[in-house]
């Protein structure tokens, strides 16, 4: 099977522009996590979607949303971009099995914003 | 204040040497994992414990439920395994991350 895939890989935007990016999780996986990391904070939690449907939310402004599609390919989108908001942003598709959740991680986004 | 600690941030190391990086956490959690991430970004997931010990090759996690707590050995280190080592802790469906401890090996 393919891993997780995200495009684009690198991305320059400045101050206020918009920014979407997208995840295809490993085939069939339903669900999709994105992921912020930074030098400073580490990963932090993002959303995440099942089924088209938004599960779990982290601490973050409204600024950043997100979806998913029929086909369990995820969208990110950041508008009025900060500075800070620069970032490698990481999508990871998980499954179940045996009880346990394990998450695959795609190679990320690194945004620099200017 | 975060609900992962890692320590320690940095480790810097002889090649051969024995490695030791640790992790707690303060929120009850359902598994821990261990997570590999190399220079260009990609994270692999090293072991999932939810206790006890696993062995996987020159490396070993071991995990402490009641002092909340897991440990990550890698016996005779080798440059290869220069990478960031991040502790995540699963509390029901969520993740929560360390801020990763950065390991180089020097040959």
């Known amino acids: 099977k393919a891993g997780v895939t995200q495009t684009p890989r690198y991305l320059i935007k400045t101050r206020g522009q918009q920014v979407t990016l997208s995840c295809s999780p490993i085939?069939?996986?339903?669900?999709v996590s994105w992921y912020q990391q930074t030098p400073g904070q580490g990963l932090q939690f993002l959303f995440e979607?099942?089924?088209?449907?938004?599960?779990n939310k982290g601490n973050f402004p409204g600024r950043f949303s997100g979806r998913q599609f029929s086909n369990s390919r995820s969208e990110m989108n950041v508008s009025t971009l900060e500075l800070g908001d620069s970032a490698l942003y990481l999508c990871?598709?998980?499954?179940?099995?045996?009880?346990?959740?394990?998450?695959?991680f795609g190679p990320g986004t690194r945004l620099l914003v200017l | 204040k975060n609900e992962v600690e890692q320590s320690p941030q940095n480790l810097t190391a002889q090649e051969g040497e024995f490695i030791t990086i640790n992790c707690s956490y303060s929120?009850?959690?359902?598994?821990l994992h261990w997570l590999q991430q190399h220079p260009g970004g990609g994270i692999v997931s090293l072991f999932m414990?939810?206790?006890g010990k696993k062995k996987h090759g020159r490396l070993i996690a071991t995990i402490n439920i009641q002092e909340k707590h897991s440990s990550l050995h890698i016996t005779a280190s080798h440059p290869r395994d220069s990478a960031v080592y991040i502790c995540?802790?699963?509390?029901?469906?969520?993740?929560?991350f360390g801020t990763g401890t950065s390991l180089t090996v020097i040959p």
């Open positions: 990871a598709s998980s499954f179940w099995f045996q009880g346990e959740k394990t998450q695959y």
């Open positions: 085939s069939g996986h339903r669900s």
């Open positions: 979607y099942f089924s088209e449907t938004q599960r």
């Open positions: 929120v009850g959690i359902s598994a």
């Open positions: 414990l939810s206790s």
């Open positions: 995540a802790v699963r509390v029901r469906d969520q993740f929560y």
